[in-house]
C-alpha cells in the first residue's frame, strides 16, 4: 500500500531523538513530520495556484478586450479561486482529544499526503493547459482560446471535485 510507503520514508528519515519522541508520546513525532511534509507539499501547489490565476486574469482581460463572450474564462476563475483557497486551508490533520470525527492515526496522514502527491500531477496538467491557452492569447489566436477555455473549464471543475474527496482520505467512513 502506498500509504504505507511513505510513512516508512518519513519514519526512515527521522534521527534518534525523534525516536525517542514518538517512543515517549506515542507516535506524537512522525505525524507533525507528515503534517509538515504535507503543509509544504500544499504550500507549493498553492503558489502555483496564484501563478495560474495571474495567468488567467490577463487572458480573461484580452479576451473580453478582443470581444469573446462566455463563461468558461469567468467559470475557470472562479472555480480556480475556490479551489485554490481549498489547498490554502485544507485540513492538517489535526484531532483534539474529544474530537467527534474521531482521531487520526498516522496511516491517515500519510493517505493524505499520497493524496495530496496524486493531485500534484493533475495540477501540472492544469499548470500545462493554461501555458498553452496562454500561448495561444499571445498569438492572439482567439479561436484556439475559447476552445480552450471550455475545456480549461471542465478539467478545473474536476480537479475541484477530486479535491472534495480529500476529507474521505483521512477519515474513511467507518462504523
Excluded at 463563461?71 to 485540513?91: G, I, N, P, S
Amino acid at each position: 500500500m502506498m500509504s504505507s510507503d511513505t510513512l516508512g520514508k518519513i519514519m526512515e528519515r527521522q534521527g534518534i531523538l525523534s525516536r525517542i519522541q514518538n517512543f515517549l508520546t506515542l507516535g506524537y513525532g512522525t505525524k507533525e513530520d507528515l503534517r509538515e511534509v504535507d503543509k509544504a507539499l500544499r504550500d507549493n501547489y498553492y503558489r502555483s495556484f496564484k501563478e495560474m490565476r495571474q495567468r488567467w486574469s490577463e487572458i480573461n482581460l484580452a479576451a473580453l478586450e478582443a470581444g469573446l463572450k462566455g463563461d468558461d474564462f469567468k467559470k475557470v476563475m472562479q472555480v480556480m479561486d475556490r479551489l485554490m483557497e481549498k489547498v490554502h486551508r485544507a485540513d492538517y490533520g489535526y484531532a483534539g482529544l474529544f474530537d467527534r470525527k474521531g482521531k487520526i492515526v498516522e496511516e491517515g496522514l500519510a493517505r493524505s499526503l499520497d493524496f495530496d502527491k496524486e493531485f500534484g500531477a493533475s495540477l501540472s496538467d492544469l499548470e500545462s493547459a493554461i501555458e498553452e491557452t496562454y500561448r495561444a492569447y499571445e498569438a492572439e489566436d482567439w479561436k484556439s482560446v475559447s476552445a480552450k477555455a471550455k475545456s480549461l473549464r471542465s478539467k478545473i471543475v474536476s480537479l475541484d471535485e477530486k479535491w472534495n474527496e480529500r476529507e474521505k482520505v483521512f477519515r474513511p467512513i467507518g462504523v
